[in-house]
């Protein structure tokens, strides 16, 4: 194989390398741990991991909101290994449930904040955490709010969380995501598969990114390389 073919390839390699990266890419990660937060701590139990409730303070000892966590290094060593370490950037993150419904489910809204506490134990036993929220999480910024309208159990639901706080650089970096979903109606009850449900998913987190733009021109690169695999087959 002569010098200018190979050239020729270099180049059309070259393009075809740059148009099929700039197809964005999805990862998600299950929640490895959530909570249901009730007056008395963190539901307990196997229901405490098979469920994830959201419900207001009209439901007494039952009353609720949720907590779940990411594992944001799985995203990114998904993402870098499609993109390469530090060459794609996020466009897109929302957060997964699925209805698991019970005789008390009741529609209402539900917030979805961001905290960037990873720390504060959420596991039965080891938590100092219960309902309502009263100073924990002070640094939570609500990212979206919905209103719960129960369907059928299976139901998929998904919600954008835009980039607010640090949620987004958290993904960049690789860190443990913490997600709060919290009560805005005292009716409200919200029931949803948690991480350990047998049927279902529990809270999934997605990210969609797409590279990181080539600097201008560089996407031109396989052009002078053909050009010059002109003119050495003119002058052979």
Same mark, same amino acid.
Not at 48 to 61: D, Q, R
Not at 102 to 116: I, M, P
Not at 188 to 213: E, H, I, K, M, R
């Given at each position: 194989m002569d010098n200018s073919t190979i050239l020729s390839m270099l180049g059309i390699g070259l393009l075809a390398g740059a148009i099929g990266s700039a197809e964005a890419a999805t990862a998600t990660v299950e929640a490895f741990e959530n909570a249901t937060v009730q007056p008395g701590g963190v539901r307990g139990g196997a229901s405490?991991?098979? #469920?994830?409730?959201?419900?207001?303070? &009209?439901?007494?000892?039952f009353a609720s909101y949720g907590v779940a966590r990411f594992d944001g290094a799985a995203i990114k060593s998904e993402l870098d290994a499609t993109y390469?370490?530090?060459?794609? &950037?996020?466009?897109?993150? @929302?957060?997964? !449930?699925?209805? @698991?419904?019970?005789? #008390?489910?009741?529609?209402? @809204?539900? *917030?979805? +904040?961001?905290?960037?506490?990873?720390?504060t134990s959420i596991l039965e036993g080891s938590s100092p955490l219960a309902y309502p929220l009263d100073g924990e999480f002070a640094d939570a910024v609500t990212l979206t709010g919905y209103t719960f309208n129960e369907v059928a159990t299976g139901t998929l639901e998904t919600y954008t969380l835009p980039d607010l706080g640090a949620l987004?650089?958290? !993904?960049? &970096?690789?860190?443990?995501?913490?997600? !709060? #979903?919290?009560?805005?109606?005292?009716?409200?009850?919200?029931?949803? +598969?948690?991480? @350990?449900? #047998?049927?279902?998913?529990? %809270?999934? !987190? *997605?990210?969609?990114?797409? %590279?990181? %733009?080539? %600097?201008?021109g560089l996407g031109l690169l396989g052009a002078p390389l053909v050009m010059l695999a002109r003119g050495r087959r003119s002058r052979a």
């Open positions: 405490g991991l098979a #469920f994830f409730n959201i419900e207001g303070s &009209a439901n007494g000892n390469g370490a530090g060459a794609w &950037a996020i466009e897109d993150v @929302s957060v997964e !449930l699925v209805q @698991s419904n019970a005789g #008390f489910t009741t529609d209402g @809204s539900v *917030s979805v +904040a961001y905290t960037g506490d990873d720390v987004w650089a958290d !993904l960049l &970096a690789g860190d443990v995501i913490t997600l !709060l #979903f919290i009560d805005n109606d005292a009716t409200v009850a919200a029931t949803y +598969a948690g991480y @350990s449900n #047998f049927d279902y998913a529990g %809270p999934t !987190l *997605s990210v969609t990114a797409a %590279p990181v %733009p080539l %600097p201008a």
